[in-house]
């Protein structure tokens, strides 16, 4: 394994199909940089854990919740695989129900260096490709949203990006530490706050127009029952 840049930290439940569909296009596409995905299996009972074991185990790592941890705690475990295993400077926690884009990975990365940021979100579009998220403000408004993705937006700095997408720097963990953690299925805000802790220790948050991936939020929603 090449040593990678970026730890790809992939929360799961009962998401085979998801599962799937997401690492069909991370091993589709050229990343631009080298990763290595982690996914952290909550307890699956789909099937998950065997289709891991068939499919995955010579370019993926896995580990499973020892009792239901949520999405959250879920996060923390694959960070902390990824600084005791990986080793690696950026930890992207990536939700299953998206799918990435050519180079996903490089694009993060430019926008960390270009604008001095240490974390970093990527541009989430709606399968229609209209714009779901490119950055958020206050409690929970987001730039453009719903907006026709017609036009590239430039890399820029925010005040928070969402969990479902966002490249974490190891200096961010070293002074802010790992995620709030809480015991929702849902939205739980853990990604605001973060984001916050990490700009009052004077990091950049942005997010990053090269980085485009879709979220099928609706489709996983159905499957989830919410």
Not at 59 to 68: L, N, P
Not at 95 to 112: I, Q
Request: charged fraction near 20%.
């Amino acid at each position: 394994m090449v040593s990678p840049v970026i730890g790809v930290v992939i929360p799961s439940y009962n998401d085979k199909l998801f599962l799937e569909r997401l690492f069909d296009s991370l091993y589709d596409v050229r990343p631009g940089a080298p990763f290595w995905p982690v996914i952290v299996d909550d307890q699956s009972n789909d099937g998950t854990e065997r289709w891991i074991a068939n499919n995955i185990r010579s370019y993926a790592s896995a580990i499973r919740t020892g009792e239901k941890s949520y999405f959250t705690r879920s996060c923390n475990m694959g960070i902390d695989y990824c600084r005791r295993e990986l080793h690696s400077p950026w930890y992207l926690l990536l939700n299953s129900d998206v799918t990435v884009t050519d180079n996903w990975a490089s694009a993060l990365l430019t926008t960390a260096k270009s604008l001095h940021a240490a974390v970093v979100g990527a541009t989430l579009l709606n399968p229609d490709s209209t714009v779901q998220h490119v950055g958020a403000y206050g409690q929970g408004a987001h730039f453009h949203i719903d907006k026709p993705w017609t036009v590239r937006h430039s890399d820029r700095i925010v005040p928070w990006v969402t969990g479902a997408a966002m490249m974490i720097g190891n200096p961010v963990i070293d002074l802010v530490g790992l995620l709030p953690t809480k015991d929702m299925t849902q939205y739980d805000a853990s990604d605001r706050e973060f984001c916050g802790a990490a700009r009052l220790r004077g990091f950049e948050v942005a997010v990053s127009a090269g980085c485009i991936l879709y979220h099928y939020t609706h489709e996983s929603r159905q499957a989830r029952g919410v």
